[in-house]
């Protein structure tokens, strides 16, 4: 994909997407570009912790908690994996199973395993695996496809 950006000296700022096809790539630069950038807030030990989703390596729910995981933190936040999934629409993260979003930029290697899963390998070490259920979605977002082509 090709970008140009013009300055303009008045009126208003515009995007303007020329495309052939609506890609993966194309819908979420779209989502982006209609969400704000969020923080995320959470708690450890009665403190509040302001989290960028820059910073998110995964989110996982356990025994009705959620729980983001940075590199140096887990943190308890209030919101549900499906609300954090809707906030966090964007390239970056990916409902890997059924209680765990990952941070695609935060994945350092993949590996196939047995019965269509996934071992991802995130950049702190930790190995997430990504069910059967999710794997070819992943696969095709990996690819730059739309799950619904």
Sequence with gaps: MKYRPERTEKGENEVIIRCTQMTQEIEQLLLFLQSPQRKLVGS???TQVVIAPAEILYIESVDGKTFVCTAGDVLQVEHTLI???????TVNFFRCSKSMILNIDKVAALKSLASNRIDATMKNGEHILISRTYASDFRRRLKGESSHE
């Design 44 to 46: 450890r030990d009665g």
């Design 83 to 89: 609300q954090l999934e809707q906030m966090l629409n």
